[in-house]
């Protein structure tokens, strides 16, 4: 293939398919969903946390809560192996992976009244296993913190135009906050709040010129501390003023520019340039340490198979769900757009020459030592108006790949550098909501683990409990942000990210297990449980050989080295338990084993 538009027929093809046959068999005959039976949004109804909601309403917030910076940013790293391997896995992982393991973990949740998984773990698996999840949930939280924040550093060091917009964002949503809660019109608020945000991006190049430029130029050192400490804000600050706010008015701008990509690869039809295979796939890399497997299964979570996806499936989605049915569009089918998406984040990558990708995405130390020759990388400096040479981290790589699709077209051509800033905004602005969103989600997993030991940290309201939680959560993933580069950051948030997965997985075959008309049917989750078991610890024990624990190694860490043997540890009790759980399953008779899963499934 050498142009996109026949990448991106041919994947829609294939999960339209994967929808339409798959996604039928798995809910109705696996999982052997009836909407006779109730769902918790109906018989926990309370009007705040259940609420019935119709299935695309509820299949759009879900969208909006899964698809993060995820999707775009792990195939524009692992386009360093080629455009092969990365779309390979995108839509072999996400079939066979991730729709399912987004699937399962929702019926689970539903099945036990909309708990998190950890709780579904407690009852399905028994308490070893129930704080192991609960344990390596927080890892997966803090650990994805630091690694999202990484790529907003990269992306709005010394760039005082992005800086300025995206610090907007916080004062715009604010005053939208403050104002629907006083009682103002919310459809007055959202128009006026979007233009805000549009009209920072475009006073950007004032900004940067004026004195004020110089006050919105920061080093990495110095954005490295300031992330942490607004994390620590938003997590402190009520929900209504800075969170939910931000969340909702970044919903547009999501659709709006996933929107336009879609219509701007199929009008401009680009050419992919960088090849199928690079030299790369076998490892040493200036992007990515480790050989194309398993390092592409880590690289590329979201958009293919996501354990981040569990906190959404087992959280606020299944105490919203309508109808039993409304799963296949709520978590089968918003997977399969994610995948979509992350699709088209490949090809803005790879439509960019090879020697650009690599010069943006390695350091001009290393980029220099590859002896390639950039192509358009000075003409794209040039329109933008910035340097984009060194920039790692995948959003500036993005943001330049879709700008240089965008301005293919010719009226668009002179706003190169509103494309490329407008693109890093978006990037950055969801990146934030996910910190803030993340953040407080890891607050309150600390608070309840050390609730255990002192009753009153359990309590969320109680402010000094959550003021403590909230410095504990930012000063974990502020160190993690801090004390590495891209490279190894990005490889631990994809196995611990994985590993999370294969928790999903594990308590989606129990469920099946428990359930299922044929028990055969548990090789739906089985099957990709085996692969990203193997793939995860296989590159968890990579990175520690070859790179936290070697000293000659950039991204030399022992720390790293620790939490990547602490999550594996706690993936193989988990697995363990639930393999010994499966053993007296077997061996009990069905028909009982049913009854008691029916009648008091989280007693």
């Not at 009836?34 to 879900?62: C, F, I, M």
């Not at 729709?99 to 998190?116: E, I």
Request: charged share 10%; hydrophobic share 55%; net charge neutral.
């Amino acid at each position: 293939m050498s142009n996109a538009l026949s990448i991106v027929i041919g994947s829609a093809c294939i999960l339209a398919i994967c929808y339409r046959f798959y996604g039928i068999f798995f809910v109705r005959k696996v999982l052997g969903i009836n909407d006779a039976e109730t769902t918790p949004s109906h018989s926990l109804a309370d009007g705040r946390n259940y609420v019935p909601t119709k299935k695309w309403v509820n299949a759009g917030q879900h969208f909006a809560a899964i698809a993060a910076a995820g999707p775009l940013v792990g195939p524009v790293l692992a386009a360093q192996y080629g455009y092969l391997p990365g779309l390979i896995w995108l839509l072999v992982g996400c079939v066979i992976g991730g729709a399912v393991h987004d699937t399962v973990v929702l019926f689970a949740s539903m099945k036990h009244k909309g708990s998190s998984l950890s709780e579904v773990a407690k009852a399905e698996l028994g308490p070893v296993a129930g704080w192991c999840t609960g344990l390596a949930m927080l890892f997966i939280i803090t650990i994805t913190m630091a690694g999202l924040s990484m790529v907003v550093v990269h992306a709005l060091e010394r760039n005082p135009w992005g800086t300025f917009a995206v610090f907007m964002t916080i004062p715009i949503a604010m005053i939208v906050g403050l104002y629907e809660k006083m009682g103002g019109n919310g459809k007055i608020a959202t128009y006026v709040g979007l233009a805000a945000i549009l009209a920072s991006v475009f006073a950007g190049p004032y900004v940067q010129e004026s004195a004020l430029g110089q006050w919105f130029t920061f080093h990495y050192d110095t954005l490295g501390v300031m992330l942490p400490i607004y994390a620590f804000l938003a997590s402190a600050l009520p929900v209504w003023l800075l969170l939910t706010p931000r969340g909702y008015l970044s919903s547009f701008l999501k659709i709006g520019v996933f929107a336009a990509l879609v219509v701007g690869v199929v009008i401009i039809n680009p050419e992919i340039k960088m090849p199928a295979l690079t030299e790369f796939i076998h490892g040493g890399g200036p992007v990515l340490a480790g050989p194309v497997w398993p390092f592409i299964s880590i690289t590329i979570a979201c958009g293919a198979i996501s354990g981040f996806h569990a906190f959404i499936g087992s959280g606020t989605t299944p105490k919203l769900v309508d109808k039993w049915s409304d799963i296949r569009p709520v978590a089968f089918g918003m997977m399969l757009v994610e995948c979509l998406v992350a699709v088209l984040a490949l090809i803005a990558a790879t439509a960019l020459p090879m020697a650009d990708y690599f010069a943006i995405n390695a350091s001009p130390e290393v980029f220099a030592k590859l002896g390639m020759t950039v192509q358009d990388l000075p003409r794209l400096e040039q329109s933008i108006g910035m340097d984009l040479a060194g920039r790692t981290g995948g959003a500036v790589t993005l943001a330049v790949g879709m700008t240089e699709i965008f301005t293919s077209i010719p009226w668009f051509k002179t706003l190169a550098a509103y494309f490329f800033q407008f693109v890093i905004m978006f990037e950055a602005v969801f990146i934030l909501t996910a910190i803030d969103s993340g953040t407080r989600v890891a607050r309150y997993l600390i608070q309840d683990i050390l609730g255990d030991l002192w009753a009153p940290m359990k309590q969320i309201n109680w402010l000094p409990g959550s003021i403590f939680a909230s410095v504990v959560a930012c000063l974990l993933w502020g160190y993690l942000l801090n004390s590495g580069d891209i490279n190894s950051v990005w490889a631990l948030f994809g196995v611990s990210n994985q590993m999370m997965a294969s928790l999903g997985l594990t308590i989606g075959a129990t469920i099946i297990l428990r359930l299922s008309a044929k028990r055969i049917y548990v090789l739906t989750c089985l099957i990709p449980l085996a692969y990203l078991f193997v793939a995860v610890n296989y590159a968890g024990y990579w990175m520690i050989a070859n790179v936290y624990l070697n000293e000659a190694a950039k991204g030399y860490n022992p720390i790293n080295a620790v939490l990547s043997m602490i999550m594996m540890a706690l993936g193989v009790i988990i697995l363990v338990t639930a393999i010994f759980k499966w053993k007296d399953m077997l061996r009990v008779n069905r028909a009982g084993t049913n009854e008691k899963y029916l009648g008091t499934p989280a007693e």
